[in-house]
């Protein structure tokens, strides 16, 4: 008995020996690794003495060579703080503030003539970001992955703001619940999409926000996902253990690796206060600094442009009504153009005109291009060539023009999920926009991915968009990529990246609608890793007003679509709506001309996911503060407090807000203007509507 107790008592030795503590700078978050009996490296993670991950493996299965998951030993462990601040090219603060203690614990393979990899660790005051590097030894240059083995073991049934597990798109409605109810919801959650991939019945998309029955907001994703496979999870539902789950590629291969090399940070963002969540920086503090000397060319855009028309079905895309063409075959100047083709010369002009009277930096301008009659579901390679335009567009024409109105035109790069045919024809494509005057592209990848097999979300593809943007940065060109992987915080190494789409977006608004709740939610999952390119400033919410055949509208009111470039942070905004529509409401078009891109500071006044937002932000290098504020599709009344203000003074604001008999459904339009004096001394009570909101700008 008392060899068995001194053994034990050896053994606990050996265990406690290879366990190691991390402390957040301020004590409140804490994070124990240790090595298991049988060598599984493990942590766990406690915010203010709470459980937030309980005892979770770590680990890589591979195909060709022994799996990093097992017959681990404690080999080395490093200790470092760090404490910097630096100034991102655009932002939601001019300075951030990345402070973190690391730890990094090397473990070693006895098994594998002693190979070893380290995971190192870096917690923060908001969270928890963790990965795996591999350092190139004699025994581990090449290795193929099987799939990822790390784990979330949740310390509950969270509720949870979800999006079924999906390889191509993100493009689905958020669904709120409980973690045990995912199981039952999922089959009416995977709505349909242009490419979709589900991979199971407890299958989630991250960034993954949850809320814990003891008050704790806690938000899982990535950050740095470069040359590597997009993270998703599979929830145990048993266990309530999320596990990684990543994309594989054609033949079922996750990732394909050359040591030295990592993989993507993991990320925990944790607080008892859902505004910290919002003002988290620490998945961009997890990203390298700008791999670009010279950023003098990047600038946040504000822009019109000819889409939204083609959305709602009152236009199109397509030059003629022909359903399949063979570019370099067909002659379009011999077809009969379509009444409905947007993208010609005149009309183009005039979103040229009426972005030069308001002060718009740019004219986005869809549908310019040969190859849209047959453009999409066809599983066609060559679908576009980039730099032949319809008879009906003039190039030269359009780039005089706009030149001499002070607008830039900007780009557009549908590439029907072809990928390998962009690439082949992205040199000309972008020398072609800078000899037109085009510094920016919005890029889409609408339908299954070309070469046939890989997805969306694959390392292959998460390849590509990082190949699309450093290809741009040689040409000084910023990219706006929609249907892209969801962000990762890329944007602070690459800054060129201004935008993502990788959710569902305003589009929806046409197609059926976005539920009320859902942009109560985005900036607390899509907008983690990086800003939207949302589109809003929709003010005709009846579709069926520019297509009768359509009847779906937008589920909010028109004072939240101002707040909206508030609350959805981009340093890319389109005033989306048709300019006559705005022209019957300039006076509240006088917001979206007024609110700023970039800025100073931001203050999270109050927040509660899928309830609520409200947003102050002070403009970059100016005296002027921007507010916004959203609801769910409960009315309900806002606090904003003031005190971000410049002590002892007074400004002028003027409120755009929902008037007293606004709602969503039955009237949408129905919104006030008011100036008010403020001081920092303020607390203002504003009412919002079913589905509504509220601007404010202050100067």
């Known amino acids: 008995m008392t060899k068995l107790f001194t053994s034990l008592l050896l053994l606990l030795g050996v265990i406690l020996s290879q366990a190691q503590t991390l402390q957040s700078p301020d004590k409140n978050l804490s994070m124990n690794f240790s090595l298991t009996q049988n060598g599984v490296p493990v942590y766990e993670l406690t915010y203010k003495n709470k459980t937030v991950i309980k005892s979770s493996t770590l680990g890589i299965e591979t195909v060709d060579v022994p799996s990093f998951t097992e017959g681990f030993s404690l080999k ?397 940065a040689e040409y000084k060109i910023m990219v706006n990529a929609h249907e892209a992987v969801r962000p990762t915080g890329l944007s602070r190494t690459y800054p060129n990246l201004i935008g993502n789409e990788s959710a569902r977006g305003t589009e929806y608004e046409s197609f059926g609608g976005n539920n009320a709740d859902h942009t109560t939610i985005l900036p607390f999952t899509r907008l983690m890793g990086g800003p939207m390119d949302y589109t809003p400033g929709i003010f005709q919410t009846q579709i069926k007003e520019y297509n009768p055949e359509n009847t779906s509208f937008v589920h909010t009111t028109l004072a939240k679509q101002l707040a909206l470039y508030v609350t959805m942070y981009s340093p890319l905004q389109m005033a989306a709506d048709l300019p006559e529509t705005y022209n019957k409401h300039l006076d509240a078009f006088q917001f979206i001309k007024d609110v700023a891109l970039d800025w100073d500071d931001s203050y999270i006044l109050e927040a509660e996911p899928g309830d609520y937002i409200t947003i102050a932000r002070k403009a970059k290098g100016k005296n002027e503060w921007f507010v916004g504020g959203i609801t769910d599709e409960n009315k309900r009344m806002a606090t904003v407090d003031f005190s971000f203000l410049p002590k002892g003074k007074t400004f002028e604001a003027i409120v755009y807000a929902d008037a007293k008999d606004a709602d969503y459904i039955t009237n949408p339009q129905a919104y006030i203007i008011k100036k008010i004096k403020v001081t920092s001394k303020t607390k203002l009570k504003q009412s919002m509507a079913t589905s509504g909101g509220f601007a404010i700008s202050i100067k």
């Open 76 to 472: 080395d462990f490093k200790n470092n703080t760090f404490d910097e601040t630096w100034q991102p090219v655009w932002g939601e603060q001019k300075n951030i503030r990345n402070n973190y203690n690391e730890l990094a614990v090397t473990i070693q393979q006895k098994s594998v003539n002693n190979r070893f990899i380290t995971i190192r660790f870096r917690l923060f005051n908001d969270g928890l970001g963790f990965r795996y590097e591999f350092p190139e030894q004699s025994n581990l240059t090449y290795f193929i992955i099987k799939e990822e083995k790390t784990q979330f073991a949740l310390a509950g049934n969270h509720k949870a703001f979800w999006l079924p597990g999906d390889f191509d798109t993100q493009e689905y409605s958020t669904v709120t619940s409980k973690l045990s109810e995912v199981r039952s919801k999922m089959d009416a959650a995977v709505t349909p999409n242009a490419s979709q991939q589900t991979f199971s019945p407890t299958g989630l998309q991250t960034p993954l926000m949850m809320k814990s029955d003891d008050g704790l907001y806690i938000n899982i994703h990535e950050a740095a996902l470069i040359d590597y496979s997009c993270l998703s999870l599979e929830l145990d539902d048993d266990k309530m253990i999320l596990n990684a789950f990543l994309t594989p590629d054609a033949v079922g291969n996750k990732g394909y690796m050359q040591a030295s090399t990592q993989t993507p940070w993991r990320t925990i963002v944790v607080s008892d206060d859902a505004r910290d969540i919002l003002a988290s920086k620490l998945i961009l503090n997890l990203n390298e600094p700008t791999k670009y000397e010279d950023v003098s060319w990047i600038k946040p855009v504000k822009y019109v442009g000819v889409w939204w028309e083609m959305i709602t079905g009152k236009s199109s895309w397509a030059y003629n009504d022909l359903t399949s063409v063979k570019l370099g075959e067909i002659d379009y100047s011999k077809t009969k153009a379509s009444p409905k083709h947007a993208a010609n010369t005149n009309h183009v002009k005039e979103y040229i005109d009426f972005a030069s009277k308001h002060g718009f930096d740019a004219v986005l301008v869809e549908g310019w291009n040969e190859g849209w009659e047959d453009w999409f579901g066809k599983s066609k390679d060559y679908v576009f060539d980039f730099v032949t335009p319809y008879p009906d567009f003039d190039v030269k024409g359009l780039k005089e023009y706009a030149a001499s109105k002070n607008v830039k035109m900007m780009m557009h790069h549908e590439t029907s999920g072809s990928a390998r045919n962009y690439e082949r024809h992205m040199d000309n494509a972008y020398q072609f926009m800078v000899d037109n005057g085009y510094n920016s592209v919005k890029s889409g990848y609408v339908g299954d991915i070309l070469p046939r097999g890989e997805y969306h979300y694959g390392q292959w593809m998460n390849n590509h968009y990082l190949y699309a943007i450093t290809k741009a």
